[in-house]
């Protein structure tokens, strides 16, 4: 069956079968900064943006997005463009070996999409199903949350009332 | 058995002690630089194994056993290997059998050669039976249920305290068994030392304290579970893509079971998504190497999270048994641990992982006079212990430090002024040190660094002991603190190597290449920086490429808190090897001595003219002009010295009474780990490794059937700490200066697993008055505790 999604702003057409899963679709088209951590819904590692929420595409039947906007890691910024997010986790010390980073970025991106200020538990909720091992969160909160401020700054600039 | 002898420390002291004892002045040393590869892994664009894509690839899946202990009488494949896309099948009849140990330690290895990549005997539910590679990886698993496979099945053991006695079913009766220390009583290792007399200590002091601890089952949990990719180089060489912390050891071990030269294969490490000691582990690459030899085609062995459980490799259980002999005054004077290992149904890591339950732990109170130690290592019919972060620290300090607090108690004396009274100090030795190393005799090393009484005063400060200590709250919500104290070590001394190679570019910058692996940890940065500040560049003039056997020097690997200290040695010799070729090519060009000469932010500067000549125009005339040469240098390090890390941690719990709930609510540690080479990425070490320690305490653990299966083999089931679980947490780095480390450093990745389970434990006897001595300090297990508390004391 055909698979009609908008990827990071580019339309793209698929072949899949019905049982394929979003993630493995993703990955095979080439989005490997989403990342597998478990096939079961529970590590977040796998999170994308669809249609404004966040969702663990392991668990996504690849039709389920049918019509649908995607929105992955690699949407979110480049190396040489990367947003907020991204530049704060790496320099706040938000990143060691960086496998659950994009599904973390992804999270954190969409939170502040729709809650342009999120207090510090809106974050820690907001992150609460993407697990990491390696940094024991304190400093992703951190880089999170500088990462709001970050954003409010550029979007105040933007409206001319920073 | 007392430990065999390790070979002589060569009479010159490894490295000149240098007289700097601060990090005061350090350009990148000590500051937080932007770790190399932390934008790339923002962004998604990093590779790891599997961001690749190999055309041909095959998938591999395996079928796992089913029982606990049994005899494999008939293997039928008949039916699988009839299934379309069904390319290669892999059992005990078809593959050369070549006794190994998966430990993925430096060779000849501490560990008993008792695995076979397939065996005609399974000893666990998960050991593996059989494996197929197909085209995909649905193939391959429909082709495992399509195995028929008969089972002779043998009673099984699963406590390891019933496996040790005689009569118990025998795991390992292989006759071509090696190194295993009586597999006849399922004794996979064997350790014992004595300092002094035990027993005479115990027999003469005002007090004696008994108690026997236990810690379970965990999985290490990297985020990427194990993954790896073999594939034929055009000259017809194995290459080996793998998530491993140890790509030489990996290229040996694949080279002794696959019986080819490790000329023949390459291993590639690309960015690995954390180890924690679980990919230190050699068991897929073999396997998906001989599939790939076989057939010809690439092929990738995946696990699933629910491998990563039941068929990887775990942290060893423990029963430790603490005996502790103290005079009034609160001097301890007679140390005895005796623990008993778990291991599991292979012995991997069994001998040095129970051999630190007392090396790490016993040294911490010196002043004791009598020291003794038996390590004990049971093969059990229940998945395989392995190393994990902390390494027998984690399994010796929850014993101690649990004990110290009931001793204090006993002696009505703060549990900070006793450990005061006891602990280590700078200059001090410990008897232990000499007595007991890494599964042989170990090294004598005097404290050269050590910050522990700072660490426990500022902690003290920073969780407000005096007043928590004493309030408990109202209501049925009791509050608490309480503390641990630990060390652990920086590396093996006298086994642990690392080499590294610096090369001059005409532009001034280096390509550093390290056979160190960067499995998450940030080492790529820390060893980068390390070059920076000795070639007096920035780190962004740093190349750095790690491990690749076909082009990076040798290295252990990522294991033992090695990597800062040990590989670290070696960034920083051949650093200053190629600063002095540089500063040779300088005075040949501006005609002064070398001696008069400095290296300042990518210049030679002559001291007397003040005249400058850069990086770029020496590499220039080295490599173009005149006297030609590549300005490079390789350079090894070895340390007979441990130095170990300090810390302090401090636990504030609230055990709700009425259903044992325990909610942590602030976390310090305090840590002495040398020169910080980079402070931020070294306070995230300690960071990650006490939230791993704190999840262990309170909510991990592996739960069996009465068949000895796992049953909650999910990240659903086996509950990780998430943010919302964080407490708030606080890290306090106590510099201090290692003068045998690089610039000053020593370790940070291992100590603070150990504390949150001591700590967390003392926090709720200050809370409630309980004392917990096995770990996770479930609710049920809290509750029942403070039931038995309260209930009336039985006639
Ligand atoms: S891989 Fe999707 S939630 Fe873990
Ligand atoms: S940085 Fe490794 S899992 Fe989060």
């Known amino acids: 069956m055909k698979l009609n999604v908008a990827i990071n702003g580019e339309a793209k057409e698929f072949d899949i079968h019905p049982k ?29 943006i669809l249609d404004g929420k966040a969702v663990n595409s392991c668990i996504l039947f690849a039709a389920q997005a049918e019509g ?63 697990l990491c091992r390696c940094t024991g969160y304190v400093k992703q909160i951190e880089a999170i949350t500088l990462a709001v401020k970050e954003t409010r700054k550029t979007r105040g600039a933007r409206l001319g009332v920073a | 058995m007392s430990p065999v002898k390790s070979p002589a420390r060569p009479k010159k002291p490894a490295r000149p002690v240098k007289s700097r004892n601060s990090a005061a002045g350090f350009k990148v ?62 059992h005990y009849g078809n593959v050369p059998r070549v006794l190994h140990t998966t430990a993925g330690q430096g060779y000849p290895e501490p560990s008993p050669y008792d695995a076979a990549m397939f065996d005609s005997k399974v000893r666990y539910v998960g050991d593996r039976v059989a494996a197929v590679a197909a085209e995909t990886s649905d193939i391959a698993e429909e082709a495992c249920r399509l195995i028929k496979v008969e089972y002779d099945v043998l009673p099984a053991v699963f406590d390891p305290e019933e496996a040790i006695k005689a009569g118990a079913p025998v795991i390992h009766d292989e006759p071509d068994l090696r190194g295993a220390h009586d597999a006849k009583r399922n004794m996979a290792a064997h350790v014992g030392i004595e300092v002094g007399s035990v027993e005479k200590g115990l027999a003469k002091a005002d007090h004696r304290f008994e108690d026997r601890y236990e810690l379970g089952y965990a999985q290490h949990c990297p985020i990427e579970p194990h993954v790896c990719i073999t594939y034929l180089d055009d000259r017809d060489r194995l290459v080996i893509r793998t998530s491993t912390q140890v790509p030489f050891h990996a290229r040996r071990i694949c080279a002794q079971v696959l019986q080819i030269p ?25 396997v998906a190497g ?81 020291v003794g130690f038996i390590g004990e290592a049971a093969y059990t019919n229940l998945p ?47 008897p232990v040190f000499a007595a007991l190393g890494e599964g042989k005799e170990g090294y004598d090393q005097a404290m050269a660094s050590c910050k522990l009484s700072e660490c426990i005063d500022i902690g003290e400060k920073e969780i407000n002991w005096a007043v928590e200590r004493k309030n408990h709250g109202r209501g049925p919500v009791k509050t608490g603190v309480g503390c641990a104290i630990l060390m652990q070590g920086s590396g093996i001394p006298g086994i642990d190597m690392g080499g590294a190679t610096v090369k001059l570019n005409e532009d001034g910058s280096f390509n550093l290449l390290v056979g160190a692996t960067d499995l998450g940890t940030g080492s790529d940065t820390v060893l980068a920086q390390i070059a920076a500040e000795a070639l007096a560049v920035p780190v962004g003039k740093i190349l750095i490429y790690s491990s690749d056997t076909d082009f990076t020097p040798f290295d252990v690997g990522a294991y033992a808190s090695s990597t800062t200290y040990i590989s670290g040695g070696a960034v920083k010799k051949a650093a200053e090897n190629v600063r002095r070729q540089i500063l040779s090519v300088a005075a040949e060009i501006l005609s002064e001595k070398a001696d008069n000469l400095a290296c300042s932010d990518g210049h030679v500067v002559s001291k007397k003219t003040k005249k400058k000549i850069s990086y770029r125009n020496i590499s220039l ?103 919302r679980d964080l407490p708030e947490m606080k890290t306090i780095l106590v510099p201090s200066y290692e003068p045998n480390g690089p610039f000053g450093a020593k370790s940070i990745a291992e100590i603070n697993i150990n504390g949150p389970a001591p700590a967390i434990g003392n926090a709720i006897k200050n809370a409630c008055g309980v004392r917990l001595r096995s770990i996770p300090y479930t609710p049920e297990k809290v509750l029942k505790a403070i039931r038995r508390q309260s209930a009336p004391a039985a006639a």
């Open chain 1, 20 to 48: 394929d899963m979003l993630l493995d679709v993703l990955r095979d088209d080439g989005y490997t900064g989403v990342k597998r951590g478990c096939s079961t819904g529970d590590c977040g590692a796998c999170a994308i």
């Open chain 1, 68 to 130: 649908g906007k995607i929105t992955t890691v690699e949407g979110i910024g480049n190396p040489k463009v990367p947003s907020p997010v991204q530049r704060e986790m790496t320099d706040a010390g938000g990143i060691q070996c960086g496998f659950c980073v994009p599904g973390i970025v992804v999270s954190a991106t969409a939170l502040i999409d729709e809650n342009p200020e999120p207090t510090e538990d809106e974050i820690r909720e907001a992150l609460d199903g993407n």
């Open chain 2, 29 to 90: 040393v000590n500051h937080n630089v932007e770790k190399v590869d932390g934008i790339c892994l923002a962004t998604g664009v990093a590779q790891f194994v599997d961001d690749r894509k190999f055309p041909g690839l095959l998938f591999i899946k395996f079928l796992y056993s089913p029982h606990a202990h049994a005899r494999i009488t008939k293997i039928d494949t008949t039916h699988a290997e009839q299934l379309k896309g069904v390319r290669c099948i892999l």
């Open chain 2, 262 to 286: 490790e000329g023949q294969i390459r291993v590639i490490k690309p960015r690995i998504g954390g180890g924690f000691g679980a990919k230190q582990e050699v068991f897929l690459e073999y």
């Open chain 2, 290 to 370: 001989l599939v790939t030899l076989r057939t010809r085609r690439p092929a990738k062995i995946e696990q699933t999270r629910a491998e990563e459980f039941y068929a990887s490799r775990t942290r060893h259980p423990h029963i430790v048994n603490m005996r502790i002999g103290v005079k009034k005054n609160g001097m301890i004077e007679t140390l005895d641990m005796k623990a008993l290992s778990n291991t599991g149904a292979y012995g991997t890591h069994s001998l040095t992982v129970v051999c630190n339950c007392g090396s790490k732990a016993l040294p911490l109170y010196n002043k004791a006079k009598n």
């Open chain 2, 384 to 430: 395989v212990g392995g190393a994990y972060r902390g390494y027998g620290g984690t399994q010796g300090f929850y014993a101690l430090e649990s004990m110290m607090d009931d001793i204090a108690e006993k002696l009505g004396m703060d549990p900070l002024a006793l450990r005061r009274k006891n602990h280590i100090r700078l200059g001090e030795s410990s």
């Open chain 2, 621 to 723: 005339r080295s490599l173009y002009s005149r006297n030609q040469f590549q300005i490079e240098a390789t350079e090894s390090h070895v340390s007979y010295v441990s130095p170990p890390p300090f810390a302090a941690h401090f636990a504030k719990v609230a055990v709700d009474t009425e259903t044992g709930l325990v909610k942590l609510l602030k976390y310090v540690m305090t840590v002495d780990c040398g020169v910080a080479i980079h402070p931020k990425l070294a306070e995230g070490q300690a960071e990650g490794a006490a939230m791993n320690g704190i999840s262990y305490a309170l909510t991990e653990e592996f739960i069996f059937n009465a068949r000895g299966a796992m049953v909650n083999a999910s990240f659903l089931d086996y509950k990780l700490f998430s943010t």
